[in-house]
């Protein structure tokens, strides 16, 4: 594979040495690391080449990653396929993993351009590939299917979609893209935006992301900001709930809306973030209120937890429990006053309600909802309500996942190391059911786990909690048959 150095193409380096040496040459250095029973390695490998092609004057270097252990190590590679980048004989970037446009992208920035003065990039590939590279991947997508290295090349966003959410943030001046309407928010969050802004009485526009997944989740990455509610002003993201409210009572919002020109309704002065009143009676607004923030985690339901009277608070009472949370409930069959007062209060008409330090968070749909996406915990855990897992907990989580559980680069079925390949296929020829995790995936667990085991490589094989050993050991107990004995003691 390769031969010959600078000037298009790829030289195998076979020594430390040899290397030092390309590296202080001057020019820049893009060296591959690869490995002969790793296909994505494989792969990367003709993008690398032809890449070689259009950045004639750096050296393209390629080592056998486990055949030169001394250069792996020199600059901490792991797996395959891994790039290092020099430049004036520095390491200034490295990638990890089968990422076409990655690579390119990181190539032209130590290189510079293909043609200097020209853009040379397709958009596919980012700023960097030339016609070779968009080929060569363009195949092994083809090869591939819809394997990793075809999804790496799309844009990542439908352009269609794209127009689509840029027209909607810029229907209005101030667009807000919440859960709801602003006559039936369907989360507290957002009912907050909505009276901080007809506080500041500027005219906004509304857009319901419950009515259409598309735009929720495209929303997400075209601003890149993961929750809703979203506002906007003149096309602009200003933030979400926090951020408003902040910008509200410092008075920054209100600068913000005059500096560009966005219609104000009235010219009355806000009144400090209160909604409008409620019509309520003073004595049940105070009750209401004393009710709400009587638990840091309240619910308003039908019936009580052990013996729910609809299947919605049955629902939301699960969660709750799922999530291992302490909570408070209230029995609205048993009280009229309570039942039809606070769906004024909060105007929300349904039940249950679920309530976080005093703010509504909704009903059961939007609960659930919560929940699978993980934004639930999260809400509770910033709230001070769960206690924020420690890393070692997390550790000691994902060793119990399993009877047997490995702790390996890439996965059973795509191994990124000789060894974690070799303690796979030990483990399968032996019949022994195991999890596995992907140390490649997550530094935090990969440097923690060294700590946490007293044990500085991977992979790393355990047995009900415990530390079995790495590659070595695995495949010593696997020859003197004790492999299968040891792992279901």
């Known amino acids: 594979m390769g031969g010959g150095g600078a000037g298009g193409s790829v030289k195998d380096v076979k020594s430390k040495a040899e290397l030092d040496g390309l590296r202080q040459s001057g020019a820049p250095v893009i060296l591959h690391f690869w490995a002969s029973w790793c296909e994505p390695s494989k792969h990367m490998d003709q993008v690398f080449s032809h890449l070689s092609t259009d950045f004639p004057n750096s050296h393209f270097l390629r080592v056998e990653a486990e055949e030169q252990p001394e250069i792996s190590e020199e600059y901490s590679v792991s797996?395959?396929?891994?790039?290092?980048?020099?430049?004036?004989?520095?390491?200034?970037?490295?990638?990890?993993g089968a990422d076409p446009s990655s690579l390119a992208n990181k190539v032209a920035k130590v290189a510079g351009s293909i043609n200097p003065g020209e853009a040379a990039v397709p958009a596919s590939l980012g700023m960097a590939a030339g016609p070779t590279v968009l080929e060569t991947v363009q195949d092994l997508a083809k090869v591939n299917g819809s394997s990793q290295t075809?999804?790496?090349?799309?844009?990542?966003?439908?352009?269609n979609l794209k127009e689509r959410l840029q027209q909607l943030i810029d229907s209005h001046q101030v667009m807000l893209f919440m859960k709801g309407t602003p006559e039936e928010p369907k989360c507290g969050f957002s009912r907050k935006v909505v009276d901080v802004l007809k506080n500041e009485k500027v005219k906004f526009g509304t857009f319901d992301i419950l009515s259409d997944n598309e735009v929720r989740e495209g929303l997400k990455k075209f601003s890149n900001w993961p929750t809703f509610p979203q506002l906007y002003c003149k096309g602009e993201l200003l933030g979400g709930c926090d951020i408003v409210i902040?910008?509200?009572?410092?008075?920054?919002?209100?600068?913000?809306?005059?500096?560009?020109?966005?219609?104000?309704?009235?010219?009355?002065p806000?009144?400090?973030g209160t909604s409008e009143p409620t019509g309520l009676s003073a004595n049940l607004d105070s009750r209401l209120q004393s009710l709400i923030n009587s638990s840091p985690v309240m619910l308003f339901m039908k019936?009580?937890?052990?013996?729910?009277?609809?299947?919605f608070s049955h629902k939301v009472v699960e969660i709750l429990k799922q999530e291992k949370v302490d909570f408070k409930s209230f029995d609205i069959l048993t009280d009229d006053d309570v039942r039809q007062g606070l769906k004024v209060y909060s105007n929300w008409s349904s039940y249950p309600q679920l309530y976080i330090k005093g703010e509504l968070i909704g009903g059961s749909d939007i609960v659930l909802e919560m929940q699978k996406s993980g934004e639930l915990q999260?809400?509770?855990?910033?709230?001070?309500?769960?206690?924020?897992?420690?890393?070692?907990?997390?550790?000691?989580?994902?060793?119990?996942?399993?009877?047997?559980?490995?702790?390996?680069?890439?996965t059973p079925d795509a191994p990124r190391c000789g060894f974690s390949s070799k303690v796979?296929?030990?483990?399968?020829?032996?019949?022994?059911?195991?999890?596995?995790?992907?140390?490649?995936?997550?530094?935090?667990?990969?440097?923690?786990l060294k700590v946490f085991s007293n044990w500085p490589t991977f992979p790393q094989l355990y047995y009900k909690g415990e530390l079995i050993g790495g590659c070595d050991i695995v495949l010593e107990l696997r020859n003197?048959?004790?492999?299968?004995?040891?792992l279901s003691e």
């Open 480 to 486: 003197n048959g004790e492999l299968k004995a040891t």
């Open 303 to 311: 019936g009580k937890p052990d013996e729910p009277k609809c299947g």
């Open 246 to 268: 902040s910008m509200h009572e410092s008075g920054e919002l209100k600068e913000v809306f005059k500096d560009h020109g966005v219609d104000i309704v009235g010219s009355e």
């Open 150 to 159: 075809g999804n790496q090349v799309q844009t990542g966003f439908d352009d």
């Open 79 to 96: 797996a395959v396929p891994s790039f290092v980048f020099f430049k004036d004989g520095k390491v200034v970037d490295k990638l990890e």
């Open 424 to 448: 796979v296929n030990a483990l399968k020829e032996e019949g022994v059911n195991f999890g596995s995790f992907d140390i490649l995936t997550d530094d935090e667990v990969r440097q923690g």
């Open 378 to 410: 999260k809400i509770l855990t910033d709230k001070g309500i769960l206690k924020k897992e420690t890393p070692e907990d997390r550790l000691r989580s994902l060793i119990s996942s399993s009877p047997v559980m490995l702790f390996m680069k890439g």
């Open 270 to 272: 806000g009144t400090g």
